[in-house]
């Protein structure tokens, strides 16, 4: 069992950043491959990024490669998201997930998921 809690949103204008962080808890962190997600209003969830246990394969939106960066720290139970140049069109509910099997972008791999930390950009 994995219970998993984000932080770092919050209001932000047109091309701010911000530095999303999910800690989990459990002794088995590592070896879990993490996700992050989005919702925004009237939406499905959405696949953002994720990378694998060691951090060794990453995958990104294509609506945010470049401007995002997914990493994870093992010894600290944690994941971020850096986000950069952020666009009104980032705004959402951003979630993190954990994946017991493997890592990907299909949501259905994802066996846990956190409560959501909201991200808003302003224009």
């Known amino acids: 069992q994995v219970q998993l809690v984000e932080s770092g949103g919050g209001l932000v204008q047109a091309g701010g950043s911000l530095r999303l962080s999910c800690a989990a808890s459990?002794?088995?962190?590592?070896?879990?491959?993490m996700g992050w997600f989005r919702q925004a209003p009237g939406k499905e969830r959405e696949f953002v990024a994720a990378?694998?246990?060691?951090?060794?394969?990453?995958y990104y939106a294509d609506s945010v490669k470049g401007r995002f960066t997914i990493s994870r720290d093992n010894a600290k139970n944690t994941m971020y998201l850096q986000i950069n140049s952020l666009k009104p069109e980032d705004t959402a509910v951003y979630y993190c997930?954990?994946?017991?099997?493997?890592?990907?972008?299909?949501?259905?791999?994802?066996?846990?998921w956190g409560q959501g930390t909201q991200v808003t950009v302003s224009s």
């Open positions: 997930a954990a994946a017991k099997e493997r890592v990907g972008t299909q949501k259905e791999l994802y066996d846990y």
């Open positions: 459990g002794r088995t962190f590592s070896s879990y491959a």
């Open positions: 990378l694998s246990w060691s951090g060794g394969i990453t």
